[in-house]
Structures are given as structure tokens and as C-alpha cells.
């Protein structure tokens, strides 16, 4: 029998929404049909469980008590609230209709029960066929402006998540401009939920923060044009008795690369509403008779073992059903990339000596990052003059790339596509092409300005320039990059009426050229990236299936960073380098090994200038390879448990990834300082099979190392010993092999 099922229980008028272990209620009430948010939770098995309404208590539903209508709304849980007509918490649509005025109320209308579940045109959403996903939709109406909202909820046969969306449709005879359109809103009682998000930096992306909600609003949100490094679309309430593994955590993620926003309001009654989507700040979307707007998904999940359940709900997500690349399933080629290694100080000799050397230790691509175009010796110049520069790469990029490829090494490329150089021909050029305010000079951030790619032309010209570059060599990887954010909101293109769409449109306009470039380019392995991880988000997990974690490629501040990024995204995802030290960002200096562990939990390369780096170094590559070879389908694949943080404990770190069939575990233990005069630490492991026997070796060799067996249930409730390793940043992998697995 099926995990899932959507039903309707005519009598109440309850929609319920099941998945294994999860239940989502939504109740159609009184004669006026408001649509009230019911339940969503643990697994419960009453359908029919409209009480949890509340509408036998005062304040009664209209119906019985019209004189208190506003009491009604005041308090009323609701699935999506509506606007200016009694409810003062926020609102999940807010327009201005065509005579100025602000007042929306949505009632049922009708709904649809479906197989499977439909796509979001022109937006990244989460995927599944007839038998792995079902979908509800429900059309709900305000007949006074001719609005149609229609709510689309879909759930997974093999994962506990609620994925939401919304579509606004504009039935009646004028324009309105939409001003606010929450993907998701949710009411429930505030019981012990405190706020988790990832706030960050540059060089310092989702650092997990936990606070208090107090009442009134808490919020965070980017408006930067991007996901940003700053706030993360994602926030969880947690139990305050939750812990890593057990315990209440609702988790919402927004599967969107834009403007975004995430608030919890805590109302008078001690309810809280939650809510996700598009950032109204600035947005102002004219919908025309007869169009539709549709807003990006967010993702719902429940889980009651903690943060740790949520973590792999959400890594089984992405991985099953959003992640679309060849590569989802594959190792992908160990690289090295010339950024740290050269800067913009390259050319083609340069690149080949890497090549030569990375080819000897086992590396399996070179990528050429920044500096290789128009005259771009530093940053200042030539983003928008996508030609090749020969003095760096004599005779051009096609004998560099063969000649790569004859020392046994795949080629990848850096592109920053939506971006031009005020010193540029293509600025020389088109001027008017640049997001700017007409009148104003732009602000510049790292010397560059924003192409308008709500302009066809200029997406023409992007499309083209990235396209007649990878038809030119054998290309097989691109970093597409993105450094600045967006400022001074105005297109040149754009009526006066939609300015407002303009950071919308925009990231419409990347999902676009990123659609077509994996069309026309289909084992093009693609790594989004902005200036590190400003667009580390779901949506461009629909497009690439690796993405840039961070600038800061020290394996310590890589720690904190990895650890809030994997509590939401698989490791598979998260794009992790080897660099050289004294580290970069930093200046810290940590072993070979270690940074070779931390990235291991990652995508893996290097990152660094192999022809430069010391003998002994070198000498660890090949084996650091070979670990991967070993271990990269289990950390791609398996489930993901973190056992000890850095972040809270100030000493060491620890997470483990367990095989779906739990015969295999490796464990990265990270001891960030040396404690004096402290004896071992035991390390309790997590998601083993209790009854399982299992060899705990070191390295790559199962039958090497420490050799010893215990059952699973030893292992976790009393722990293997982490002895006291001499000097700070250092590290060890364990490998776990069940006896008798073969493996
Ligand atoms: C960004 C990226 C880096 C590198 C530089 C090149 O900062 O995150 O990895 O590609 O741009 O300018």
C-alpha cells in the first residue's frame, strides 16, 4: 500500500494530505467557505478532524456571529490569508486593484486531486512521476476583483515533505499589480518553537543561528537580487526540547534564487504565523486580464527526529526529485582550478604545467577560472567581451583544451554571464544595457554592473556568448559565476508599469539561460557559483547539480560553513576544494589531510598551485584520490549524520554518512584544538544498524587499520574512542564495513 494519499471528506469538508509519517489538514468552513489551515504535523489518522478548527468556539464563524467578524479573522488559522478585510496578521497576497485599492478575500471555489504533479512554468520546482508524487490543488476565488488563486500542494511516496505553491489569476476585465504573494502561509500554536536560520558574509555563508520568537514579527530575507551570503531562504522552527536527533523541527525552504523573505509572526493569541516567498520589497507585478502569475515552491517538512530527520528529508529531496543533471548519480571528475594557484597571472604554459603535475597525481580536470577573456588582468575590466585573450592562451582556447585533453585531463571554464565591465566594448557598446536608474549613475560593486536580462537582446547576446565558447573546444564543466549584487532598480527596457518586475523577471531570465544552456549542452557538468555561495540555493540545484559553498576555502572555517549547509543540501551538492596554505581568506595553516577530509564531504578537487605546493603535499594527492574513488559514492548517496559541532563545542567536529542499506559508514572527525593533558573522547556514532556487526578500519583498505569489530548498538550508545592527536587541525576518517557485506 501507498505511503501517501491526498483524500476529501465531503462532510467536513477536510482535505487530508498523507505522507509515511507525516499528516497536512486544510478545512473549507462556514456557508462563506473560508479555507482554514487545519493540521500539519506527526501523522495523525482522523480525517475528518475539523475541531482542530476551533470554530465551536468563540469567536464563532461569521455565519454565527457576523457582528464580530473582524474577531473571526483576527484569529482565525488560515491557509491563505487574505488582506484589508479583518485579519491584521500578515497577509499572503496583498495588489493594488485598478481603482488603487488594497483588499483581497479569497474563498473556496472548487479543487482537483491529481497523479503525480505538475511543473511551474519557467520555475525551478521539485519533480516526480504519477506513482511517486499526488497533487491538490484548490482554486480558491474573490469575486469582487475576478481574482483566481489557485494553492498547489503535492506530496512524495518516499519523502515527508509538503511542496506548496501558488498561482494568481487575473479573470476580470483591468490590470492589477500584485505587491505581495506568499509561496506558503501557515498559522499554528506557538508551543516551544524557537527560529533556526543560516545567516552569513561573504566568505562566511549559513552559519546556523537559533533564536527566541518573540511576538510581532521576526524575519529575515534578502533583497539583494540573489539568495544572497547574508540571509538563506530556509528557516525551521525547532522544539526547544528538540535535539540532533530527536524532537519537533518544521523546517521551509524556498526553491527560488531571488529576493526573498521568511517571517514568523507570534501573534496576540500566542499563535505564530509562518510564512515564505518572493520579498515584497520592491516587487510590483502587473497582471493583465486573462494572465497568471505563478509563484517559485517552498518546501514544507516535519520531522520528530530532529534536525538530523529533516536534514535527510531534505538531502533525499534534492537528490530524488530537483536535482535534474547526468551527474546526480556520478562521480564527478576530481578537478583543479587555477583560481587560488594564479589569479588573473596565467596563460597557456601555466595552465599545462598544472596540468602535467594534477595529471600525475590522479586529477581528473582542469578548470580555467577568471582572466582568461577580452583584457582581464584584474577585476576591473571586460566582464561582457567573452573572447578568448591570446596573449594569455596563444592561438586561442581550442589548442589549450586538446592539449589538455592529450595530457589525460577533461577542461572546464569560468564565466560571470550576467555581468559587464564599465570598461568593456560591450558597455562601449550598450550602455543602456546595464540595470540602471535613467539619471543616475550606478553603483558600482567590484568595479561591474548587472546586464538587464529582462531585455531579449541582451539574453540573446549572454546566451550566445557562453554557447559560441563552449562550441568552440571540448568544454566539459562551467563555474557560472555571479559577483555582484543588485542595486538601482531600473530597466530600460521595462514600461513604467513594471519596474517593479525587474528582480523577478531577472531571475526568471537565469533560469532561462541556464535551461537552455543544459539543453543544447546535455553532459555539461554545471557549477553555479556567486562570489562563493551568495547563490547557494534549491533553484539553481534544478539547473547544476554542485554548487560553489564558499570563497573561504579553509578547512576550519569550512566546518561551520559545511555543517549549516549540509543540515539543508546533500553533500553531493556542496562544491569543496583543497587549497594551499597559509589559507587565503584566512591565514591559517592546517594540515594536508584535514583539508583533504573536510572536502572529501563535498564535491572534491583542488584548488591550488600543484606545480608550487610542497613534495610532501604532493605526495598525499594520490591518496587523497584514492579516497575518494573509495568513499564518494557513499557520501553522495548515503545518509547524513552529524554527530559533534565545532560550532558549539569550540573543540572538534564530527559527522557521519551511513549507506541506505547501513553495511557501510565513514566518520570525519575533525580535532580543531589539541586539549592538553585530556584522554580520548568516545564518539558516539549514529544510524547504524543496532544488530549489525561492524569492522572499523582506517584509510582505504578495510582490512587495514584498527581492524576490530563491534555490533552497531555498541558503537552507538557507547561510542569508539577519538584519541588526543598531537597539534590542532588535525583529523581521521573511519570507514565502518559490516561483517559479511563483502564490502
Ligand atoms: C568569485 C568566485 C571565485 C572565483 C572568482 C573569480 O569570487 O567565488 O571562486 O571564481 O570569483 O573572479
Known amino acids: 500500500m501507498s505511503d501517501m494519499n491526498i483524500s476529501y471528506d465531503e462532510k467536513t469538508r477536510i482535505f487530508k494530505l498523507d505522507t509515511a509519517r507525516t499528516s497536512y489538514l486544510i478545512g473549507i468552513v462556514d456557508d462563506e467557505g473560508f479555507i482554514g489551515h487545519v493540521y500539519y504535523g506527526?501523522?495523525?489518522?482522523?480525517s475528518s478532524a475539523s475541531y482542530l478548527m476551533r470554530t465551536g468556539e468563540a469567536p464563532f464563524v461569521p455565519s454565527q456571529n457576523s457582528r464580530d467578524r473582524s474577531?473571526?479573522?483576527?484569529?482565525?488559522?488560515?491557509?491563505?490569508?487574505?488582506?484589508?478585510t479583518g485579519d491584521y496578521r500578515e497577509s499572503a497576497i496583498e495588489l493594488l486593484d485598478a481603482r488603487g485599492h488594497n483588499g483581497v478575500e479569497i474563498v473556496y471555489q472548487a479543487h482537483r486531486i491529481l497523479k503525480g504533479k505538475p511543473g511551474l512554468s519557467g520555475l525551478p520546482a521539485t519533480f516526480g512521476g504519477e506513482t511517486e508524487c499526488m497533487t491538490l490543488e484548490i482554486d480558491g476565488m474573490d469575486k469582487v476583483l475576478g481574482l483566481k488563486v489557485t494553492l498547489r500542494y503535492s506530496i512524495f511516496e518516499d519523502v515527508d515533505v509538503v511542496a506548496r505553491s501558488v498561482s494568481v489569476k487575473n479573470m476580470s476585465e483591468e490590470s492589477f499589480f500584485l505587491t505581495r504573494l506568499m509561496s506558503a502561509s501557515i498559522d499554528m500554536d506557538q508551543e516551544d518553537y524557537r527560529l533556526l536560520t543560516l545567516h552569513?558574509?561573504?566568505?562566511?555563508?549559513?552559519?546556523?543561528?537559533?533564536?527566541?520568537?518573540?511576538?510581532?514579527?521576526?524575519?529575515?530575507?534578502?533583497?539583494?537580487?540573489?539568495?544572497?551570503?547574508?540571509?538563506?531562504?530556509?528557516?525551521?522552527?525547532?522544539s526547544e526540547t528538540a535535539a540532533q536527533e530527536r524532537g519537533s523541527v518544521y523546517g521551509f525552504h524556498f526553491i527560488y534564487s531571488g529576493n526573498f523573505i521568511a517571517q514568523v509572526e507570534r501573534t496576540q493569541f500566542d499563535s505564530l504565523r509562518v510564512q515564505m516567498g518572493i520579498h515584497p520589497k520592491n516587487f510590483c507585478y502587473q497582471v493583465k486580464p486573462g494572465e497568471v502569475f505563478q509563484a517559485p515552491e517552498v518546501i514544507l517538512t516535519y520531522s520528530d527526529e530532529g534536525?538530523?530527520?529533516?536534514?535527510?528529508?531534505?538531502?533525499?529531496?534534492?537528490?530524488?526529485?530537483?536535482i535534474r543533471s547526468p551527474y546526480k548519480d556520478k562521480k564527478r571528475p576530481i578537478l583543479i582550478n587555477n583560481w587560488e594557484a594564479t589569479y588573473f597571472n596565467f596563460n597557456t604554459e601555466k595552465l599545462l604545467d598544472i596540468a602535467r603535475e594534477a595529471r600525475k597525481a590522479g586529477i581528473e580536470m582542469l578548470v580555467m577560472d577568471d582572466g582568461w577573456f577580452g583584457r582581464r588582468n584584474d577585476d576591473n575590466t571586460s566582464l561582457g567581451d567573452w573572447k578568448v585573450?591570446?596573449?594569455?592562451?596563444?592561438?586561442?582556447?581550442?589548442p589549450l583544451v586538446d592539449q589538455v585533453n592529450r595530457i589525460g585531463l577533461k577542461f572546464g571554464i569560468w564565466f560571470e554571464p550576467e555581468m559587464v565591465s564599465p570598461d568593456s566594448d560591450l558597455y562601449r557598446t550598450h550602455p543602456d544595457w546595464a540595470i540602471a536608474i535613467p539619471g543616475r549613475t550606478p553603483c558600482r560593486s567590484r568595479n561591474q554592473f548587472v546586464l538587464d536580462l529582462t531585455r531579449r537582446e541582451v539574453l540573446e547576446y549572454v546566451y550566445n556568448s557562453v554557447a559560441e565558447v563552449l562550441h568552440s573546444a571540448n568544454i566539459e564543466y562551467v563555474k557560472w559565476d555571479m559577483n555582484r549584487q543588485l542595486t538601482d532598480l531600473g530597466s530600460l527596457y521595462l514600461g513604467r508599469e513594471n519596474q517593479g518586475e525587474l528582480s523577478h523577471r531577472y531571475v526568471l531570465a537565469v533560469y532561462e539561460l541556464q535551461e537552455r544552456l543544459i539543453k543544447e549542452f546535455p553532459d555539461l557538468l554545471l557549477e553555479n557559483c556567486s562570489g562563493g555561495g551568495a547563490r547557494f540555493d534549491p533553484g539553481m540545484l534544478y539547473y547544476s547539480p554542485q554548487i560553489w559553498c564558499s570563497d573561504d576555502t579553509d578547512a576550519i572555517e569550512r566546518l561551520v560553513i559545511q555543517e549549516g549547509t549540509a543540515l539543508i543540501y546533500p553533500l553531493s551538492a556542496i562544491g569543496a576544494h583543497v587549497s594551499d596554505c597559509p589559507n587565503h581568506t584566512v591565514g591559517r595553516s592546517t594540515p594536508f589531510s584535514t583539508r583533504g577530509?573536510?572536502?572529501?564531504?563535498?564535491?572534491?578537487?583542488?584548488?591550488?598551485?600543484?606545480?608550487?605546493?610542497?613534495?610532501?603535499?604532493?605526495?598525499?594527492?594520490?591518496?587523497?584520490?584514492?579516497?575518494?574513488?573509495r568513499y564518494n559514492d557513499l557520501v553522495r548517496e548515503g545518509d547524513y549524520y552529524r554527530i559533534a559541532s565545532y560550532r558549539q563545542n569550540h573543540f572538534y567536529d564530527c559527522w557521519a554518512v551511513v549507506s541506505k542499506d547501513k553495511k557501510e559508514a565513514l566518520v570525519t572527525f575533525v580535532q580543531v584544538l589539541r586539549r592538553p593533558n585530556h584522554h580520548s573522547r568516545m564518539i558516539k556514532l549514529k544510524g547504524l544498524n543496532p544488530e549489525m556487526r561492524y569492522k572499523v578500519c582506517e584509510g582505504t583498505n578495510p582490512d587495514e587499520g584498527v581492524g576490530c569489530v563491534y555490533y552497531g548498538d555498541t558503537l552507538m550508545n557507547a561510542g569508539i574512542p577519538m584519541e588526543e592527536m598531537w597539534g590542532d587541525c588535525q583529523s581521521r576518517l573511519i570507514f565502518l564495513a559490516a561483517e559479511g557485506s563483502g564490502v
Open 200 to 238: 552569513g558574509s561573504w566568505a562566511r555563508e549559513r552559519h546556523m543561528e537559533s533564536r527566541e520568537i518573540g511576538c510581532g514579527k521576526t524575519s529575515v530575507g534578502s533583497t539583494r537580487g540573489e539568495s544572497s551570503h547574508q540571509e538563506h531562504p530556509f528557516m525551521a522552527l525547532v
Open 597 to 629: 577530509n573536510v572536502a572529501l564531504a563535498g564535491t572534491f578537487g583542488y584548488e591550488l598551485d600543484i606545480t608550487k605546493i610542497s613534495e610532501e603535499d604532493k605526495a598525499q594527492i594520490p591518496e587523497q584520490v584514492a579516497l575518494y574513488h
Open 71 to 84: 474577531s473571526f479573522f483576527d484569529a482565525f488559522p488560515m491557509e491563505f490569508p487574505s488582506c484589508n
Open 307 to 322: 534536525l538530523g530527520g529533516m536534514s535527510r528529508t531534505l538531502h533525499d529531496l534534492y537528490r530524488n526529485h530537483l
Open 42 to 46: 506527526k501523522i495523525i489518522s482522523d
Open 389 to 398: 585573450n591570446e596573449e594569455k592562451l596563444k592561438g586561442g582556447l581550442k
